[in-house]
């Protein structure tokens, strides 16, 4: 079960924090962020391993976002800064629960719309 919050509409240059909780982490190797826009395919933006925190990014996000964990509390972060126009997507949270190499949780998405 994951909740998703912080997004919303920002201009183009500025920065929104999303967030995901998680109400049970015992199982989950890996959490990431992916979004869809309209009229495309759902694409990675970032995942992090939930013990290690080993990152990964998608090119088109590396050196603007940075995602990262808070354990204790069961949350995943994606920090969004200089926004683009093309960032305009809904982003969802999702985990590996169980197993490794399949995202297997989803949140329902929150919408981020960048103005320009």
């Known amino acids: 079960h994951l909740i998703e919050s912080g997004g919303g509409l920002v201009q183009a240059g500025g920065s929104l924090r999303l967030s995901c909780t998680s109400s049970?982490?015992?199982?989950?190797?890996?959490m990431g962020w992916f979004r869809q826009a309209p009229g495309k395919d759902r694409e990675f933006v970032a995942g992090?391993?939930?013990?290690?925190?080993?990152?990964a990014y998608a090119d088109s996000v590396k050196g603007r976002f940075i995602v990262s964990r808070d354990n204790a509390n069961n949350t995943l972060y994606l920090q969004m800064t200089s926004l683009q126009a093309e960032d305009t997507a809904v982003y969802y949270c999702?985990?590996?629960?169980?197993?490794?190499?399949?995202?297997?949780?989803w949140g329902q998405g929150t919408q981020v719309t960048v103005s320009s």
């Open positions: 999702a985990a590996q629960a169980g197993r490794v190499g399949t995202y297997n949780t």
């Open positions: 049970d982490t015992s199982d989950t190797h890996v």
């Open positions: 992090i391993s939930w013990i290690g925190g080993v990152q």
